[in-house]
């Protein structure tokens, strides 16, 4: 489908994946963080074998470790993997 940009038609597509890939918060695309908020919000939840303070967030297909979570007795968490 094209659309037109300032006068310049652009495929819809194009504009879609601009979008998606530009880095929004340091550095980490739109994609990315979807990718990462629905591991964490909707995919499936692990405690690390051997690491009870390790949780680890999968995708939504149930294929790749999307987050790696460190957790203190505090309920704070430190990232230690990200693959958004």
């Known amino acids: ?3 037109l940009l300032n ?3 652009v ?3 194009d504009v879609v994946a601009a979008i998606m ?3 929004i918060e340091s550095g980490y695309s739109l994609k990315q963080i979807l ?3 629905s591991s964490v ?3 499936k ?5 051997g690491n009870p303070t390790v949780v680890i ?3 939504l297909n149930d294929t790749t470790n999307r987050v790696s979570a460190n957790m203190s007795g505090s309920s704070r968490a430190s990232i230690t993997t990200n693959t958004g």
Do not use: C, H, W, Y
């Open 7 to 9: 006068g310049v038609p």
């Open 11 to 13: 495929q819809m597509a």
């Open 45 to 49: 939840t692990s405690i690390a074998p």
């Open 1 to 3: 489908m094209l659309i």
């Open 41 to 43: 919000l909707a995919g």
């Open 57 to 59: 967030f999968r995708d």
């Open 35 to 37: 990718r990462v908020m």
């Open 21 to 23: 890939n530009e880095p």
